[in-house]
């Protein structure tokens, strides 16, 4: 009675249907998906019942699985807060829920790192299950792990809106230093040998991984750490200037008694064409004003206007000079 | 996925009427009704067919058939009809087959649809699901585990996968699908891996 099967008016076997139906479900889930994609699968789905069957199941328990990972996440940020927040009944079986998943040592909860960057001149919000924001200025690189809530800046800056979690501290690493937050907004700038953080609101701690001996930093409102590999400085900022600091958050640039050296540079951290200032009278005059990040071209005007300076495009280049 | 394949199968089934459910429905009814009871139709399965190489055909015809009926009429409750149905393939398989081994029949006409087989409900909740998954996700070999980890966790698309196991697409491919089988066996067919796992 084996070897029926092939003679079923039914349609060809199922795993092949089985095959046919995960390719087109990879498909759609992890590579680019045209509409010609969406007709083909349409008509694939057309063609027969068994290729219906096959989709929708497969379909389903693969959002099945989304839900799983949502549930997972909500159990995870729930246990901190849980005794707060629940009755006593609503506690205790959510207590069980979570030694069940922990008994179950959830294959999801290994460490995973997610690499996120931005090109010259780009941007780009990351916002966590618990909202948790994280915003990546021009031409950054980081890798977080959401699971253990850290994240490692490999370069350029980024601005941390952190809601805070006793269990779970957000940290920071960047070069040497490294920021664990208390429930806090703060951003850090990682420049070729000089890392900059400052803390906006809440609190947070700096420690340098270079300078071991150094105790943690506790920050407030206000301080602004500059580590560089040798030497670690704590300063004061008023938060106008920390605001005006955060300014590309709306893409713009705040200055204000900014020599047009520091501007410029500011200015090449967003754009292909650099502003070059060529010589050392014209770098060291200061200027104030609010000019968007790609504006090059309203910059090169106000040094002309304002300083009666000459400008000059060579090359892709922006050439202040007297 | 929210989106919904736009066919309607009354348009290339001219013998259904007005009343006929759109495809869409079918497939919620589906979703929602049948395949939470598909670990009871596999141990059915299994218990009247022998041949274990063929209970996945066999589960796939059934589910065909109630859904070409679902297309006219959704059937209401839908276990005694998924039975029902179940019964019926392997009768007329065991008809078209000729051969008939006679502790089959024997067996079939015993339980007939009075086979209210137990198995798990429903209302299985989470915690068995966690459970399920975890015995599915072991069950895969581990390159394999990591690309549906990476997608179905870290939201990467198939590229980045290739990229980050520094393996081809093709090979990503072949560790999602495979992925995508075995977790549907599991989480709806309580499959074997399952039973090993708990």
Redesign the interface.
């Given at each position: 009675?084996?070897h029926?099967?092939h003679?079923?008016s039914?349609?060809a076997?199922?795993?092949s249907?089985?095959?046919c139906a995960?390719?087109w479900?990879?498909r759609?889930?992890?590579?680019d998906w045209t509409e010609e994609e969406q007709a083909g699968?349409?008509a694939w789905?057309?063609e027969?019942?068994?290729h219906?069957?096959?989709y929708?199941?497969?379909?389903?328990?693969?959002?099945?699985?989304?839900r799983?990972?949502a549930?997972?996440r909500e159990t995870d940020d729930a246990v901190g807060r849980s005794k707060k927040r629940f009755g006593r009944v609503a506690a205790a079986s959510l207590a069980i829920?979570i030694m069940?998943?922990m008994s179950?040592?959830?294959?999801?909860l290994?460490p995973?790192e997610?690499t996120y960057t931005t090109a010259l001149g780009g941007k780009q919000t990351i916002v966590f299950a618990d909202g948790s924001k994280i915003e990546l200025n021009t031409d950054t690189a980081l890798r977080v792990n959401f699971r253990q809530r850290s994240v490692w800046l490999d370069r350029g800056e980024a601005y941390f809106q952190i809601k805070h979690d006793p269990r779970h501290p957000f940290v920071v690493m960047a070069g040497s230093g490294r920021v664990t937050d208390v429930g806090t907004r703060f951003f850090v700038r990682r420049d070729l040998s000089r890392l900059k953080v400052a803390l906006v609101e809440g609190q947070a701690q700096f420690d340098s991984l270079n300078i071991p001996s150094e105790t943690p930093k506790s920050l407030l409102p206000g301080d602004v750490v500059i580590a560089t590999p040798t030497s670690t400085t704590l300063l004061r900022e008023s938060s106008k200037n920390l605001s005006s600091e955060l300014g590309w958050r709306k893409g713009v640039l705040v200055f204000e008694h900014t020599t047009l050296l520091d501007a410029a540079a500011e200015f090449n951290r967003y754009n292909s064409e650099k502003v070059v200032v060529a010589d050392d009278a014209s770098a060291h005059l200061t200027i104030n004003g609010t000019f968007r990040t790609n504006d090059v071209e309203a910059f090169a005007d106000a040094a002309h206007g304002v300083f009666g300076l000459r400008v000059e495009t060579r090359n892709g280049e922006a050439i202040i000079s007297r | 996925?929210a989106e919904k394949?736009?066919?309607t199968?009354e348009d290339?089934n001219p013998h259904c009427r007005g009343a006929a459910m759109a495809?869409a429905d079918v497939?919620a009814w589906?979703?929602r009704e049948v395949?939470p009871l598909e670990a009871i139709l596999m141990q059915y399965l299994r218990h009247h067919w022998p041949?274990k190489?063929?209970i996945?055909?066999l589960?796939?015809?059934v589910?065909?058939r109630i859904?070409?009926f679902a297309q006219k009429e959704i059937p209401d409750p839908p276990k005694p009809f998924i039975l029902a149905t179940a019964r019926n393939l392997i009768i007329d398989?065991?008809r078209?087959?000729q051969?008939?081994?006679i502790e089959i029949i024997a067996d079939i006409d015993l339980l007939g649809l009075a086979a209210d087989v137990p198995g798990p409900e429903r209302s299985a909740v989470?915690?068995d699901?966690?459970?399920r998954?975890?015995a599915a996700?072991?069950s895969l070999p581990p390159r394999c585990?990591e690309a549906v980890?990476?997608?179905?966790?870290?939201?990467?698309?198939?590229?980045e996968?290739a990229a980050r196991m520094a393996v081809s697409e093709a090979t990503?491919?072949e560790h999602?699908?495979?992925g995508?089988?075995v977790?549907?066996d599991v989480?709806?067919g309580d499959m074997s891996v399952f039973g090993k796992a708990s």
């Open positions: 009675m084996t029926a099967t003679k079923e039914a349609p076997d199922a795993a249907v089985n095959a995960a390719a479900l990879r759609r889930q992890f590579w699968l349409d789905l057309a027969s019942a068994a219906r069957v096959a929708w199941r497969l379909n389903a328990a693969w959002s099945r699985t989304d799983l990972a549930l997972r829920a069940i998943v179950a040592g959830f294959w999801f290994r995973l997610k | 996925m394949p736009e066919i199968h290339a495809t497939e589906f979703v395949l041949e190489s063929q996945e055909d589960r796939q015809d589910y065909v859904c070409e398989r065991l078209r087959e051969i008939v081994p989470a915690r699901e966690l459970r998954l975890q996700l072991d585990r980890a990476l997608g179905k966790i870290e939201g990467l698309s198939g590229r996968i990503v491919s999602i699908d495979k995508m089988c977790l549907a989480l709806y």
